[in-house]
């Protein structure tokens, strides 16, 4: 995703063309990270899938030092990402190229031009009949990955936490001051009871993009809004998400094979109906919030590993990618 087409480069976020999510919070310096809040209990038995490249160990340590602190009731497993670089991905499991077609209903896109002007495809083309790009590497590699904790997922009876190692916990909230692990905790402790009572399949910790109080397409229920989680209709993201199994068989029967990039296959999951999925708001997260929920990301545009095919909010070459260039 990037602003205004879809979330910066994350670690391994692979959304595409959405607005960013970093605007709503930055993450906390190292002398304000460290927060001494009481330690309340989370959700029990909750396990955390800890996303990342072997070849990134720096990631992995910080990201395991900060869950250690501020969240140590948090049972981690490290799980080793597919790397887009190295490792053979399955044609049936990630295609090797998407369509616009469907981001193009929530993010914007705007003409690609070569390096001469010319114009290689309008605005208008990325709704209609949509433009194909193959998946960068990176794009692919984080792709296959959510697909393999999918299937670790669905193995199981009880809901996992899905974590990408650019998660952060500690950060200025929107109703202000610093949130930590224990506001983490306390708010995912509600949020996993309330999104239970809704029979749901994934519940987003943090998010940007369309949801009920801010729909685009949809039509919003009438009534009291709730005020823990609210009905997802596409958003954008995938650096932390709770995943219940049966939310988990729904993405594999569907991913065969994945044929965007993987927040926006959620998303349109989620957008058919064929997902139940909710964000988790914190406090402070009102129907004006784009990017909101109980964590953000360390370093939204600086560092990462996976280039966006289509560009995004990073800078990164839209023509690069392009199906058609026989990129």
């Not at 094979?257 to 927040?263: A, G």
């Not at 839209?318 to 058609?324: H, I, W």
Request: hydrophobic share 35%.
């Amino acid at each position: 995703s990037r602003s205004p087409r879809g979330p910066p480069a994350r670690r391994c976020t692979a959304s595409s063309r959405a607005p960013a999510m970093a605007p709503k919070k930055s993450p906390a310096g190292a002398a304000r990270e460290r927060s001494r809040s009481p330690q309340p209990a989370g959700p029990p038995g909750l396990v955390a899938l800890l996303l990342g490249l072997e070849r990134r160990p720096d990631r992995r340590q910080r990201c395991e030092e900060m869950l250690s602190k501020e969240v140590p009731w948090l049972k981690t497993e490290f799980f080793r990402a597919t790397d887009g670089k190295l490792d053979a991905i399955p044609d049936s499991e990630v295609s090797q190229t998407w369509n616009t077609k469907n981001n193009s209903l929530y993010g914007a896109y705007e003409d690609v031009v070569d390096k001469d002007g010319k114009v290689l495809h309008t605005a208008a083309e990325f709704s209609d009949p949509g433009v194909d790009y193959k998946f960068s590497p990176g794009e692919r590699g984080c792709a296959h990955s959510h697909y393999r904790m999918w299937q670790r997922v669905a193995q199981g009876a009880q809901p996992m936490l899905i974590l990408e190692d650019d998660v952060q916990l500690v950060f200025e909230r929107s109703s202000g001051g610093m949130s930590s692990g224990a506001s983490f905790t306390e708010r995912l402790h509600l949020g996993m009871a309330e999104a239970s009572k809704k029979q749901a399949d994934v519940l987003y910790l943090g998010w940007s993009g369309h949801r009920d109080g801010n729909f685009k397409h949809m039509k919003a229920s009438r009534g009291k809004k709730n005020r823990l989680i609210r009905k997802a209709e596409y958003v954008w993201t995938t650096v932390a998400y709770v995943l219940w199994p049966e939310g988990a068989k729904k993405l594999l029967a569907a991913a065969q094979p994945m044929n965007q990039p993987v927040d926006n296959f959620m998303a349109w999951e989620a957008r058919e109906g064929r997902l139940a999925a909710f964000v988790l708001l914190d406090e402070g997260d009102t129907d004006d919030t784009w990017s909101g929920g109980i964590v953000t990301q360390l370093d939204f545009t600086g560092d990462s590993d996976i280039k966006k095919s289509d560009g995004g909010d990073q800078g990164h070459d839209p023509t690069e990618y392009l199906a058609a260039l026989g990129a």
